[in-house]
């Protein structure tokens, strides 16, 4: 059983550009989560998909938008970067419409995007 | 807006000692509670959940809920200098089950 990967594992972007960050989740999760990371704080939840679905959307700008494809994996773009957007991007898998259920989520080992 | 709050920290322990993290959160009709630990520059890692009243214990670590007091702590006992990472609080339930709600994390070191 393969768990959660993310690519890449580290990105430099200069302001107002955009970026693809990619996200395979594990083997027989049908959800995908992803969490913003700023230094010094707890994660932030973004968004999450459902089968190809977006399943509810925390507190981000619609430049921040993603995709889940048919084999559950995801990507989650950001357009017109902004120095704030320098953070580590975590996604997580899981099964059916929950954070995980009573297992809580495993994390992928996250993308660390920083904005010059 | 809902909340996790953590004791600020940083947290410093000699080795052998208990440490004590506390969490509080603000949405009454949270469900499920989970303690991830994170090493500097890596993603959490899951270490304890818990759902019910009272205590949760796997090895040295023991999770304590209280759902009318909106608290929950974890309790690590023979604490080891590996043990020194961030221990993130987060919150799952009520509205929006479908997110954990983190704290800011706090920042334990434990002394050789």
């Known amino acids: 059983e393969t768990g959660v990967t993310q690519s890449p594992t580290h990105l430099i972007k200069t302001r107002g550009q955009q970026v693809t960050l990619r996200c395979s989740s594990q083997?027989?999760?049908?959800?995908v989560s992803w969490y913003q990371q700023a230094l010094g704080q707890g994660p932030q939840f973004i968004f999450q998909y459902y089968r190809e679905e977006e399943n509810g959307r925390g507190n981000f700008p619609p430049r921040f938008s993603g995709l889940q494809f048919p084999n559950y994996s995801s990507e989650l773009n950001v357009n017109a970067l902004e120095l704030d957007d320098s953070a580590l991007y975590l996604c997580?898998?899981?099964?059916?419409?929950?954070?995980?259920?009573?297992?809580?989520?495993?994390f992928g080992s996250g993308t660390r995007l920083t904005v010059v | 807006q809902k909340e996790v709050e953590q004791n600020s920290g940083p947290l410093s322990v000699p080795e052998g000692a208990i440490a004590s993290l506390n969490c509080t959160y603000s949405d009454r009709g949270s469900q499920s509670f989970f303690w991830y630990r994170q090493y500097s520059g890596k993603s959490p890692e899951l270490i304890m959940s818990?759902?019910?009243?009272g205590d949760k214990e796997d090895g040295r670590f023991t999770a304590q809920l209280n759902k009318a007091s909106q608290y929950v702590s974890l309790l690590i006992r023979d604490s080891q200098p590996s043990d020194s990472a961030t221990y993130l609080c987060?919150?799952?339930?009520?509205?929006?089950?479908?997110?954990?709600?983190f704290g800011k994390g706090t920042l334990l070191t434990v002394n050789p």
């Open positions: 987060a919150v799952n339930g009520g509205g929006s089950n479908y997110k954990l709600t």
């Open positions: 997580a898998s899981s099964l059916g419409l929950s954070a995980g259920g009573e297992n809580g989520y495993t």
């Open positions: 818990i759902y019910s009243n």
């Open positions: 083997s027989g999760h049908n959800t």
